[in-house]
């Protein structure tokens, strides 16, 4: 059964940066992509971006580019979200999720999130 | 990027009701149509995948139904459970956005 695990929550400065880890297990790795959405407390959820862990290709959310990076470790199932220049609106749960679909992009399972917060 | 729209943003509701809640999103998906449940405290869980097809021990009390940009995510006979924010995702393209939520109360 595919289990994702995150590393725990994060208090951070402005202008700083986060990298938020999560452990994939109970399945192949490198065969879908995962994903990272966010939550904004009592907010909706946003994508912000993937990465195919086979190949290591990136895609972003417009709204994150420039500020985000996803990055992966084959060797310890285990993908890195990196949020830069961090400010008080970045203070959200953060989600990884993998894709278990072929092209059509849903998200199952999700990992438990990982608090972030940015406060001076 | 594909907006989708949800309503109600919430609704009150009992043990045992029908509850239905709809989405739309600004151009077609075709059935690239995904629904979540989120309840307090918790990470999403994937209830519906395209437009239609019950996620895997997920009870059939949930049903999907649409295409294109109109879609409806149906709970025959709520269970104390099922008292949750419910969101829609379209994957046809990206950005993946999802719409706002619907929070479904006592």
């Known amino acids: 059964q595919a289990l994702l695990v995150q590393s725990g929550a994060e208090l951070k400065k402005p202008g700083t940066s986060v990298k938020v880890s999560c452990q994939a297990s109970g399945y192949t790795f490198s065969s879908f992509p995962l994903h990272w959405v966010r939550q904004a407390p009592g907010q909706g959820l946003a994508w912000m971006g993937l990465i195919d862990p086979s190949s290591g290709d990136t895609t972003y959310a417009q709204s994150f580019r420039g500020r985000i990076t996803v990055t992966r470790d084959k060797s310890t199932s285990t993908v890195y979200m990196e949020l830069d220049s961090l400010r008080s609106e970045d203070t959200a749960f953060y989600y990884c999720?993998?894709?278990?679909?072929?092209?059509?992009?849903?998200?199952?399972?999700w990992g438990q999130g990982t608090l972030v917060t940015v406060s001076s | 990027d594909i907006q989708m729209t949800q309503s109600p943003s919430s609704l009150s509701a009992s043990v045992g009701d029908r509850v239905t809640i709809t989405c739309r999103a600004s151009e077609s998906v075709n059935t690239f149509l995904n629904w979540y449940r989120q309840k307090p405290g918790k990470a999403p869980q994937l209830l519906i995948f395209a437009a239609t097809s019950l996620q895997r021990g997920v009870p059939s009390r949930f049903t999907g139904s649409g295409l294109g940009t109109h879609f409806t995510l149906t709970i025959s006979g709520l269970q104390p459970e099922d008292f949750a924010t419910y969101y829609c995702q379209q994957g046809s393209r990206t950005p993946y956005t999802f719409g706002q939520g619907t929070k479904v109360e006592i």
């Open positions: 999720a993998r894709d278990p679909s072929n092209h059509a992009t849903w998200f199952d399972p």
